[in-house]
């Protein structure tokens, strides 16, 4: 059981996270929210990359900076960001990882061989990281997170720049991996958590939003999800007066959808309320009309 205790993060007078509190077992958590929502502070609080200003985080009930390595040594952990070594094989750059943890040589080989077979890439395992794709060394960074069978998975980002299909390919490892371990996977794309998440936490601007699993969220707005039909034009007027929300192209013509409190007559509620809904309507919100703009809310 991992728990945050009011945990805040300040740089001089900004607040980066503010009063989080949190209780965390098994299972994947997606960490949702939009840049500059305090994810990868969040994050680096937890691997204790930076210092708290204020707050408690328990693992089992101890303080994690009093466990010290101890707690670092059951943390996996993949950065938003791709530092690798271009000259290293893939297993070469596992095993590299798997020393830094302080692993028995040929525990670290058996699990280099193991890990790179599980993330599809055991046929490439000697081929040098710089002739690798962005979705490839994504997949080595999650398998050398998972060197030494870590309790805590902690992924920044870890599809940011990937395309569909490797999008997908990786959620499907993501999943495999997170059996009989707590992952926290922070994005800003739903669709990376909505079908593997078994909660999310949604943030906004350093504070927690919402915490549940996506059932319940969805449940919570809904008979507040509206679309508007009509043409290129008059949606876009709509997407220019509520600032937020989605324009998607269907046989009918242009739709505009909205997640709001309460929207014009002229739009009709749906029932379908998916996770991106919930995303617009706590996360994203709304910006009020401009002064002298028409519209708004009825």
């Not at 098994?26 to 305090?38: F, P």
Request: charged share 30%; glycine share 10%.
């Amino acid at each position: 059981m991992l728990e945050i205790k009011h945990l805040t993060k300040k740089y001089g007078d900004f607040t980066a996270l503010r009063d989080i509190n949190l209780s965390l077992d098994k299972g994947v958590y997606g960490i949702l929210g939009a840049n500059g929502a305090g994810k990868s502070t969040f994050l680096n609080l937890i691997t204790d990359n930076i210092p708290r200003t204020e707050g408690e985080i328990l693992y089992d009930g101890k303080e994690i900076l009093s466990m010290g390595a101890a707690f670092r040594k059951k943390v996996g952990y993949t950065p938003q960001l791709q530092g690798m070594y271009e000259d290293f094989s893939a297993g070469q750059f596992l095993r590299y990882v798997g020393a830094l943890k302080g692993m028995k040589h040929r525990r670290c080989k058996e699990q280099t061989a193991e890990l790179l077979a599980l993330v599809g890439l055991g046929g490439v395992a000697h081929k040098r990281l710089g002739s690798f794709s962005g979705g490839m060394r994504q997949r080595v960074l999650l398998a050398a997170a998972m060197l030494d069978d870590p309790e805590i998975l902690i992924l920044d980002e870890p599809t940011a720049g990937l395309d569909p299909e490797e999008r997908i390919r990786l959620r499907n490892h993501i999943a495999e991996l997170a059996k009989n371990r707590t992952v926290l996977l922070a994005t800003h794309v739903v669709s990376d958590i909505e079908c593997i998440a078994e909660k999310v936490i949604l943030m906004k601007k350093g504070e927690l939003l919402r915490f549940g699993s996506p059932i319940e969220l969805m449940e919570e707005i809904q008979g507040k999800v509206c679309e508007f039909t009509g043409t290129f034009e008059e949606v876009s007027h709509w997407k220019e007066i509520f600032g937020k929300g989605q324009i998607m192209r269907r046989r009918a013509g242009f739709v505009f959808r909205a997640a709001e409190e309460e929207l014009p007559k002229e739009f009709i509620p749906v029932d379908d309320v998916t996770l991106e809904d919930v995303y617009l309507f706590y996360a994203e919100g709304r910006e009020e009309p401009k002064a002298g703009e028409e519209g708004g809310t009825a």
